[in-house]
């Protein structure tokens, strides 16, 4: 796609942005609505974690009761029965036992819910990047759009399992444990409520700095991975010119300043967890000491100091595991975010409502519309005044005075007019970007051009649905891309109910049939990734016959450009001949015989239409064609 | 791992080292503090004041002591394994810098890309949980254990029991979620492999209207990754739930049998008991964390030996022995009985008796089919392999004699695949020669039919060139990379199908001027026939052997593979008159 590549934007690596905080919520309380569906399943899960974190509280709070009850003493004797300590001890079990049962079903529950809205997201982003334009891909780096499917939703994942029970189980412990703390003695709980500002304080500023450089770090990863990214790629040129030091040098200065940036940022992460927990016992000693001043004061009992202390650490600890969640639940955001720029970029706008039906057409040429495949199709369109007429479906293309571009400012084409009547071959002739591709990217309506100017089998192309314009028209691609799965699927592509009689016609007639049976599964061979274990030219020949099986009237053909050799080159030329017969097509040239073939050939030069007419009348006309074709002539 | 260690570990030596001993004081010294307590319940007991506050400033001491101490470790345990991620990746860059194209060839260049990446990450977060977790982990059960043993010895028997418990369950959980989790990562990759193939087809998706085919497709593969998420997870969850009631069990059993011992003569008393509630929590803790320790460094293992296989691999072409002072003199070269074959297996040769001579200056077109061994012919002047058998001479010394920097600033190559870097069009030429001036810049794009079209673009030789030159055309790039090679002033300029995307008026003028230049030996590999038609001579390649080399005039009357090219290509301009 080199016509376009001239205007894409720079592919950069997306860093996260810092995210503002009002947009935060937004985003976070968005993620929370594909939990709606499950909203009974939900609250219970919020229900389970607060239930676990306050049986928990109230379970370590028999540690008092307990304690309390060694110390008690009725007539000078110690009232301890062993009886009495086994109930007590019971009880406390009996909450612990809920604590953990509690914790175990929201966890699993958390995990169906988690693992259901990973699904929703990806799913709801596939089909939506089906509805998008092509512009869409064109304009965005592939390896960004898949970073969304893995890390993206990776950090979501996180953030579903992780971050979310950890919150509710933070504030709902402290929350719990400051309740009982009051009760069991207010002047302790009171240094409590100091210890907790300060941590607040602390996870604020610190989480805060760390954030930032964590972002900062982000962008030089970013950085770092291009440059890897770059020279991996290149490594071959690099050596051929003997550039080993000089890059090795350069990626030096990039690789520091991430070494420096991913030092900060893991620093400040790393010192949080230290600076809370020693925080903690900063203040279980000041909490000892003074529980110690109080008890000789007579205003507290060795059994609230006793049941102080844990209860304390009940809260560090929670508010501990918690910062470390900062960073998941900004990532998650940073990348909620990204999931939802996709999710809501506009579809593909479509506003066509004619239609492609089977027909029968009898011999007055009178058309009707028909439920079984008939081998005839028509367009049938619905007027405003609610009449219905049918027109069949021939392959008549026509270009008035078209103008476009795929940005405002940067026109690609100008007022090309041609036509094609059908059953002719058209030939676009052109250096690189002059618009070859542009056009035939117009007549499937890849992209849209306004109303009237393309009209097809006499019907405004805009009115057409797209889905069916396109399956009136078949594309070979320049670069031909086959989907994993069998050599038959990857033809079957092009007409999904086709029969395996219908797969092997479609080969014939493309000339992949010999290559293919002697491929070693025959047409079940599977093919690996865009498939790379077979040659380009045998490539090609998949993508002939998926074209053939279709079997549209308009073909629109991107000749290969690539190096293939003059005996593949004769086989494929023999394929495409035969799949052209009786159809409009539109053809990229780069093959003499191509272009000797066909009915009429347009020389494009930045995108104007500079010469018309069949090879003889051009070649007569001694022009841009006569010099092209020279070059091509050329050795005597 | 530890021998990659201590290589990549440096200048930020210091660090390693400072961050664990750190992260020993600071556990002792949270140890310390609950230890206190008992003497805090002494001078409750004795309703000592002056003690109790004495002990208690001792205690806050200790936890400012411990806060410094974990700072401290927590700030040189970053600055540890940020530097030894900066050395490794610097260590496997400029290690695969030195591969030879063979080495290359052995790992694609998207996984070198991963392994440089991802899996040098993985490794950096595995480090720094192992210098600060691993060792706090291990020593705060030591210390904790001992100092509860020191306070009462019968109630610590509890943790015999309890440790061995929790330590059993954890690593049988981690050992099972692990497979598990291989599965999953295996289910993400055949999710991503729909995805991306997906995106790179999109067009013919929407072509052929397979949107709602595709969905399917997706949709059923995204169903097995949730599975395959819940299936390796919910091993996972246990060890929360499993821990919690470990912990719940130890805090009863001391809380019972503590409480008992306030009553009998052991001098355990109720505050006693707080310090021990503390050391449970501790000790449980410190495991978990060597459980979650664990399976980080499970999956780094992985990415691991990725990274060892890149730095372990034999670089196969050497050039120690190799005369410093040697240079290329002229630009003859000389193939010798020549075998070669990319596995190294002689069944499977690639290139078969290759005996040739090149004149210095002469120009020579390489033509055949696909897969006739051009490229791989030509790749043996530079040097970019090493034959098998046989010999290739260039300027009259074996390739070998030479210092590869020597022999490849003679040998210019423009490649199949062209690349060109960020930066811009200028910064790309000068790759060709560091010190070219902008005369000899302009020369050299003059020759290349380049000059022209750079001066089109606004910012003419300045021109940003993107990533991978996405700004240029593919006939612009190749004439970019011709003016490139053409600065280094080479002996020898080869060009490999490096002009199929120029179209053929241009093609021609750039054989022209490249005919100009005095004394340079030039090769040109090509499909199209017009390409070599104007060479000294045309070497036809087929399936790895010479057909035949001799001039285009003698070959189109004698050989048979020449002449069917030539037809083919030709016959239409024949017809045509």
Redesign the interface.
């Known amino acids: 796609m080199?016509d376009i590549?001239?205007t894409?934007l720079?592919?950069n690596v997306q860093v996260g942005q810092p995210q503002k905080k009002g947009n935060m919520f937004k985003v976070i309380g968005r993620l929370l609505s594909y939990a709606k569906k499950y909203r009974f399943l939900f609250g219970f899960v919020i229900l389970l974690i607060v239930a676990s974190s306050v049986l928990?509280v109230i379970?370590?709070f028999q540690?008092k009761t307990?304690?309390a009850y060694?110390?008690e003493i009725k007539d000078g004797k110690?009232v301890?029965e062993?009886a009495e300590?086994y109930r007590m001890?019971l009880i406390?079990?009996g909450f612990?036992?809920g604590?953990?049962?509690c914790?175990?079903a929201y966890?699993?529950l958390m995990?169906?819910l988690c693992?259901?809205i990973?699904?929703a997201l990806?799913?709801e982003m596939?089909?939506t990047?089906?509805?998008l334009p092509?512009k869409y891909?064109d304009t965005h780096a592939?390896g960004d759009?898949?970073s969304r499917?893995?890390n993206d939703t990776d950090t979501l994942?996180e953030f579903f399992?992780q971050s979310l029970p950890k919150t509710i189980d933070t504030v709902s412990t402290v929350i719990a444990t400051f309740v009982m703390l009051f009760i069991a003695n207010w002047a302790l709980a009171l240094i409590v409520v100091a210890m907790l500002v300060i941590m607040l304080t602390v996870v604020k500023v610190v989480g805060g700095k760390s954030g930032k450089y964590f972002i900062k770090r982000q962008t030089e990863?970013g950085r770092?991975?291009?440059y890897?990214?770059?020279?991996?790629?290149?490594?071959?040129?690099?050596?051929?010119?003997?550039?080993?030091e000089?890059?090795?040098e350069n990626?030096?200065s990039i690789?520091?300043r991430?070494?420096?940036a991913?030092?900060?940022?893991?620093?400040y992460?790393?010192?949080l967890?230290?600076?809370l927990?020693?925080?903690g016992?900063?203040f279980?000693?000041?909490i000892?000491?003074?529980g110690?001043?109080l008890?000789?004061n007579g205003m507290a009992t060795?059994?609230d100091?006793?049941v102080f202390?844990?209860l304390m650490?009940n809260v560090t600890?929670p508010i501990g595991n918690f910062s470390q969640q900062i960073n998941i639940i900004m990532m998650a955001v940073a990348g909620a975010q990204r999931i939802f720029d996709i999710i809501d970029t506009p579809h593909e706008e479509d506003n066509g409502y004619v239609t492609l039906v089977n027909a029968n057409i009898d011999k007055n040429g009178n058309i009707t519309e028909s439920e079984t495949r008939t081998g005839k199709w028509a367009w049938k369109h619905p007027h405003h005044d609610g009449t219905l007429t049918y027109t069949e479906l021939k392959g008549d293309v026509r270009f008035a005075d078209v103008s476009f571009g795929y940005e405002e400012n940067k026109q690609v084409l100008y007022d090309v007019s041609l036509y094609a009547k059908p059953g002719q071959q058209i030939a676009f002739v052109g250096?690189?970007?002059a618009g070859k591709t542009t056009i035939t990217n117009l007549i499937?309506r890849?992209y849209d051009v306004p109303d009237g100017k393309i009209r097809y089998d006499g019907i405004n192309i805009n009115k057409i649905k797209k889905?069916d314009l396109?399956?009136s028209?078949?594309?070979v691609?320049q670069d031909t891309?086959?989907?994993?799965g069998t050599v038959a699927d990857n033809i079957r592509?092009?007409k999904?109910d086709a029969t395996d009689e219908e797969v092997i016609n479609a080969a014939k007639i493309a000339n992949a049939d010999f290559f293919i049976s002697h491929l070693p599964q025959g047409y079940d061979t599977m093919l690996t990734?865009?498939g790379a274990n077979l040659?380009?030219?045998q490539r090609q020949l998949i993508a002939i016959a998926?074209a053939a099986i279709?079997d549209p009237p308009v073909l629109?053909l991107d000749e290969a450009?690539?190096?293939?050799?003059?005996?593949?080159?004769?086989i494929i030329e023999k394929g495409m001949s035969e799949l052209m017969k009786g159809k409009t097509v539109f053809v990229i040239a780069h093959r003499?015989?191509t272009v000797?073939r066909a009915n009429a050939i347009m020389v494009l030069d930045h995108g104007r239409i500079t010469e018309r007419g069949t090879h003889e009348q051009l070649?007569s006309l001694k022009g841009t064609y006569y010099?092209?074709?020279?070059?091509?002539?050329?050795?005597e | 791992m530890i021998k990659l260690f201590t290589s990549c570990i440096g200048k930020y030596k210091k660090y390693a080292i400072i961050a664990p001993i750190g992260i020993i004081f600071?556990v002792l010294?949270?140890v310390l503090?609950?230890f206190?307590?008992n003497y805090?319940?002494d001078?409750?007991n004795a309703?000592d004041?002056t003690a109790?506050?004495s002990?208690?400033?001792l205690?806050?001491l200790?936890?400012?002591l411990?806060?410094i101490?974990?700072?401290l470790?927590?700030?040189t345990?970053?600055?540890a394994?940020?530097?030894f991620?900066?050395n490794l990746?610097?260590k496997l860059?400029?290690k695969?810098?030195?591969?030879?194209?063979k080495n290359?060839d052995k790992f694609s260049?998207s996984s070198?890309?991963t392994r440089?990446?991802t899996d040098v990450e993985n490794v950096?977060m595995a480090f720094?949980m192992l210098i600060?977790g691993f060792v706090r982990a291990p020593i705060m059960i030591i210390m904790a254990t001992t100092f509860a043993f020191a306070t009462n010895v019968k109630l610590a028997l509890i943790f015999v029991v309890a440790l061995p418990l929790l330590a059993g369950t954890l690593i049988l959980i981690i050992s099972r979620a692990h497979k598990r989790f291989k599965t999953l990562l295996k289910v993400?990759d055949d999710?991503?492999?729909?995805?991306?193939?997906?995106?790179?087809?999109?067009?013919?998706?929407?072509?052929?209207?397979?949107?709602?085919?595709?969905?399917e497709k997706?949709?059923a593969i995204?169903?097995r990754?949730?599975d395959a998420?819940?299936k390796a997870?919910?091993i996972l969850?246990?060890i929360?739930?499993i821990m919690?009631?470990i912990m719940?069990a130890c805090?009863?059993a001391v809380?019972?049998f503590g409480?008992?011992m306030?009553?009998d003569d052991s001098g355990f008393?109720?505050?006693s008991?707080?310090s021990y509630?503390?050391y449970t929590?501790q000790i449980l803790m410190s495991l978990m964390m060597m459980g979650m320790i664990l399976v980080i460094v499970v999956i780094s293992r992985a990415s691991l030996t990725r990274i060892k296989e890149v730095l372990d691999e034999d670089i196969d072409i050497k050039d120690d022995t190799a005369d410093e002072n040697l240079i290329v003199s002229d630009g003859s070269i000389d193939f010798s009985d020549v075998n070669f074959s990319y596995s190294g297996d002689s069944d499977k040769n690639v290139l078969n008796n290759i005996n040739l001579h090149i004149e210095s200056g002469e120009t020579i077109g390489i033509i055949?089919?696909?897969?006739?061994a051009k490229t791989t012919l030509i790749q043996m002047i530079?040097r970019?392999y090493d034959v098998d058998t046989g010999s290739v001479k260039v300027g009259g010394h074996n390739v070998k004699e030479y210092k590869?920097?020597n022999l490849?600033?003679a040998v210019?190559?423009v490649?199949q695949?062209?690349?060109l870097?960020?930066g811009t069009i200028k910064d790309n030429l000068k790759?060709?020669n560091?010190n070219a001036t902008d005369e000899e810049i302009v020369e050299a794009t003059k020759a290349a039919c380049a000059h022209d079209f750079i001066m089109s673009f606004p910012d003419g030789y300045d021109t940003e060139l993107?990533?991978?030159g996405?700004?240029?055309?593919?006939?612009?790039k190749q004439r970019l990379c011709i003016a490139?090679a053409l600065l280094?002033k080479p002996k020898i300029l080869i060009l490999d199908?490096s002009t199929?995307?120029v179209?053929?008026?241009t093609?021609?003028s750039i054989r022209e001027s490249l005919k100009k230049i005095k004394g340079i030996t030039v090769i040109i590999v090509a499909?199209r026939?017009?390409s070599v038609?104007?060479a000294d001579r045309v070497i036809v390649m087929d399936e790895g052997r010479i057909d035949a080399f001799d001039t285009p005039q003698e070959l189109l009357k004698s050989n048979t593979i020449y002449q069917?090219?030539y037809n083919?290509?030709?016959?239409?301009?024949q017809q045509?008159g």
């Open positions: 080199a590549k001239t894409t720079p592919k928990n379970g370590m540690i307990i304690t060694f110390g110690a301890f062993y300590l001890l406390m079990g612990f036992v604590a953990t049962i914790a175990y966890a699993r995990l169906m693992s259901r990973m699904k990806r799913d596939f089909i990047l089906q509805k092509v891909f592939h759009i898949m499917f893995t994942r399992s990863i770092n991975n291009g890897i990214e770059e020279y991996i790629e290149g490594q071959k040129a690099v050596k051929v010119f003997c550039r080993e000089k890059t090795v990626f030096d690789n520091e991430l070494n420096t991913t030092a900060k940022a893991n620093g992460a790393n010192i967890m230290p600076i927990g020693n925080l016992y900063l279980y000693a000041l000892a000491t003074l110690g001043v008890v000789l060795p059994s100091i006793v202390l844990p650490r600890l250096a690189t970007g499937n890849f889905a396109r399956r028209q078949a594309m691609l891309h086959l989907f994993t592509f092009g999904l990734a865009d040659s380009q030219g998926r279709a629109i450009t690539s190096s293939i050799d003059t005996r593949t080159e004769a003499l015989s000797r070649m010099k092209l074709a020279q070059g091509l002539y050329e050795l | 600071e010294f949270e503090i609950p206190m307590m805090i319940s001078a409750l309703e004041m109790l506050l002990i208690g400033g205690m806050v200790f936890a400012i411990s806060l101490c974990g700072i470790s927590g700030v345990a970053a600055k394994s940020a530097g991620a900066a990746r610097k860059f400029l695969i810098q030195n591969f030879s194209f290359t260049t070198l890309i440089l990446t950096q720094m600060r993400f999710m991503n492999a729909v995805e991306q193939e997906n995106l790179i087809g999109i067009r013919a998706v929407k072509a052929f209207v397979r949107e709602d085919y595709e969905t997706f949709v995204s169903e990754a949730r998420h819940v997870e919910r969850i246990f929360t739930p919690m009631m719940f805090v009863m809380i019972g409480g008992m306030t009553f008393d109720v505050v008991l707080t509630l503390t929590t055949g089919a696909t897969g006739s530079p970019l590869i920097k490849r600033n210019s190559m490649l695949k062209n690349v870097f960020s790759w060709g560091e993107g990533q991978g996405v700004n240029v055309s593919g006939g612009q490139r280094k199908d199929s995307a179209d053929t008026s093609d021609k499909q026939i017009a038609g104007s069917e090219v083919s290509q030709m016959k239409g301009a045509n």
